[in-house]
């Protein structure tokens, strides 16, 4: 029973134009959505956050965007960038708890 | 402001063997939760500690265990070592104020294989 999905495994973008990945999830309890960036064999690291009173969050060049009907999350970086290859994974958790459920992670490729 | 620290990075033990892995959270931050990742499950939870009790536990069986010090620091305990145990287990850290949520941030993780 996987809670959070990503369906796409892989995505290869040209450098410069907008990258877009994306996240959907089951459970309605969910409020608290997160992007994380990861490098084979190392942690993940925090992108950006959105709580579900919100539709949008931007930092910079990522922007996440929440559609809580469609159960529907993405990640939309613009412009891309070489150094933005790797997985990503988006992440959900309910109120208050530090329980995190993983997509399993989208592989993204930024081509110059 | 240093990062999540995790000891070993690096850890082969055999089967039935058991095994600890150390993780020090962010100063400050009193919440620490473990996961561990495998090419097959992808990243699963298995335990959460704040303020040394454990208040969220992933479905692992008792094997895997864990506890939080008084100065927020963390350990794991797997015992009884399986093949399919083989993982990078992840720790993170959350500063958790009353209520709201808050992002985790991870450690480089601890490589561990068993053979």
């Known amino acids: 029973d996987q809670q959070v999905k990503q369906n796409s495994p892989s995505l290869s973008v040209q450098e410069g134009r907008i990258s877009i990945l994306n996240c959907d999830y089951t459970?309605?309890?969910?409020?608290?959505f997160l992007w994380y960036k990861k490098y084979p064999a190392e942690g993940p690291t925090f992108l950006i956050s959105i709580s579900s009173i919100k539709d949008k969050n931007e930092d910079g060049r990522f922007t996440v965007f929440l559609n809580k009907s469609a159960k529907h999350l993405s990640l939309h970086i613009v412009p891309s960038q070489p150094g933005d290859s790797a997985v990503y994974f988006c992440?959900?958790?309910?109120?208050?708890?530090?329980?995190?459920?993983f997509g399993q992670g989208t592989r993204l490729t930024i081509n110059p | 402001k240093a990062g999540v620290t995790q000891t070993p990075r690096y850890l082969i033990k055999t089967r039935g063997q058991q095994v600890t892995l150390s993780c020090s959270p962010i100063s400050g931050h009193r919440s620490v939760s473990w996961y561990q990742q495998t090419p097959g499950q992808g990243l699963q939870f298995l335990f959460e500690?704040?303020?040394?009790?454990?208040?969220n536990k992933g479905n692992f069986p008792g094997r895997f265990s864990g506890r939080q010090f008084s100065n927020s620091r963390s350990e794991m305990n797997v015992s009884t070592l399986e093949l399919g145990d083989s993982a990078l287990y992840l720790c993170?850290?959350?500063?958790?104020?009353?209520?709201?949520?808050?992002?985790?941030?991870f450690g480089p993780g601890t490589r561990l294989t068993v053979l």
């Open positions: 500690y704040f303020s040394e009790t454990q208040r």
């Open positions: 992440a959900a958790s309910e109120e208050g708890a530090q329980k995190l459920v």
């Open positions: 459970n309605s309890m969910f409020d608290y």
């Open positions: 993170a850290s959350s500063l958790v104020l009353a209520g709201g949520n808050h992002e985790q941030f």
